[in-house]
């Protein structure tokens, strides 16, 4: 059955045309820098943003119109799975993400659940037979029920660690059946409220163990897939262990697990910690650290988590200059953990949503290669650090000089001579980048 009938493959057609369900900047086969722009940007759908999504909000049902929600239970899964994998043919899309309950449905038992995900998993890989769509990672969601009230692999209860534990197994099972690069750990519910009732040195340990028992399992099956951990600053919780990748990183490395891990970095994740997109990024990169990342963007009068497409070619730009100089995203990509606004909701709005975050990315991958290229900003940075090539500098960081040594040397020094920031400068400069591209 097709649930797009209105709505050709999407096609480039370059920055002149006027067709609205056509790309103007993602042309897929298009080099930057001897390699393919699809190879680079390794898109991928986010099946519960875009195909269970029903657009409620606190205040309001749901809008979305989707052709596939005449069905219920089993039926709507298998319908979800049809219309997702025309969805992602017509668009043009190599990946795709999940969390288990986003394929099927909970079931009234743990054993009746994996009943029900064994079918919808066996469906997606017949279509995975004559689709070019691969997974770039799945997750298990253990958020969402009431049995994660205080938590998962955090919470008091030795019940819900195990209930928790054996989701992830099950998904790890799930990646490795489906060819996913990557599994992803998003602690939803892994923080906490309030001290007055919290052990938070157990939580955190238990959340060691955990990751420690998932890595064990999954190089047991044989399952190589990148491990990567999603750090959020709030929402639900008050108080998140997984605040941001400076705090995440620390805790990896707390516990052991900094080689085993790497990070899923979220644009909106990033501003609700009150760091910019391209700090997570490049505090991930120059600790070997950034594995793929979630595309969208908050809202900047909002202070919640919105998940909007990416349509800000600035940050865009910050953000693909990262990913270019960490080598590319290996076995990442740029998922769009993104959803239409509740008034976008037609079926078409789907399309046009990643349309417009793929074009923005597109735009962002060549302003970033010509700025690389150019040496617009390394040139500005390395002037800047120059004294630390020479002399007392050079020193410093070879280690080489100690407190007496620095004394000596700032008593012999006169007026100190400091080199302006030129941040307006290096500002326009990307301006003129960004507006001159095209001509």
Known sequence: MAYFNNIEKINYEGPGSNKDMAFKFYNPEETINGKRMEDILKFGVAYWHTFTEDLSDPFGAGTAQRPWDKYSGMD???ARV?????FYDKLGVPYFCFHDVDIAPEGDSLKETYKNLDEIVAMIKDYQKTSNVKLLWNTANNFSHPRFVHGAASSNSADVFAYAAAKVKKGLEIGKELGGESYVFWGGREGYETLLNTDMKLEMDNLGRFFHMAKDYAREIGFDAQFLIEPKPKEPTSHQYD???ASGYAFLQNYGLEKDFKFNIEANHATLAGHTFEHELHYARIHDMLGSVDANQGH??????TDE?????????LAMYEILKNGGLGKGGLNFDAKVRRGSFKAEDLFHAHIAGMDSFAVGLKLAQRLLDDGVIEDLISERYDSFN???????????????KLEAHALGLGEINLESGSLEKIKAKINQYMLTMYK
């Open 309 to 317: 497409f990416p349509t800000d070619i600035y940050s865009t730009t």
């Open 390 to 404: 020479q002399g007392i500098g050079k020193e410093i960081v070879e280690g080489t000089t100690d407190f007496k």
């Open 243 to 245: 605040f941001d990748v």
């Open 300 to 305: 900047p009068l909002l202070g919640w988590d």
């Open 82 to 86: 049809e219309a997702a994998f025309e």
């Open 76 to 78: 709507l899964a298998k």
